[in-house]
């Protein structure tokens, strides 16, 4: 089982920055991965970026060149650094942990609850 506790939303005009922070507790040396979703209102969960314990990281067209995100292996916690935000970035972002454990074929997702941006114009 993993938890995670996401930080750092909140409400901020066009063209300004958040820091994301979450959080992993639990069985964090399955991790693989890490990332953040966004879901905005009427629309379906996607993708923003995500991040592998070896740092190759992805991200979604819409967000690439404004949006860094890092982790740190020892403190079990990925960063989502977002810069230049625009009001179609108001979302809720959702921390999300990939879980492999070989030895028993056990593969999981697992999700944070969920932090607030909203992007005034």
């Known amino acids: 089982q993993v938890q995670l506790v996401e930080s750092g939303g909140g409400l901020v005009q066009a063209g300004g920055s958040l820091r994301l922070s979450c959080a992993a507790s639990g069985s964090t040396i399955s991790i693989t991965l890490m990332g953040w979703y966004r879901q905005a209102p009427g629309k379906q969960r996607e993708l923003v970026a995500t991040i592998t314990r070896g740092n190759n990281t992805n991200y979604a067209g819409s967000v690439k060149g404004r949006t860094t995100i890092s982790r740190d292996n020892a403190k079990n916690t990925v960063f989502l650094q977002m810069n230049s935000l625009k009001p179609e970035d108001t979302a809720v972002y959702y921390c999300?942990?990939?879980?492999?454990?070989?030895?028993?074929?056990?593969?999981?997702?697992?999700w944070g609850q969920g932090t607030q941006i909203t992007v005034s114009s």
């Open positions: 999300y942990a990939l879980v492999m454990i070989p030895v028993n074929g056990f593969k999981g997702g697992y």
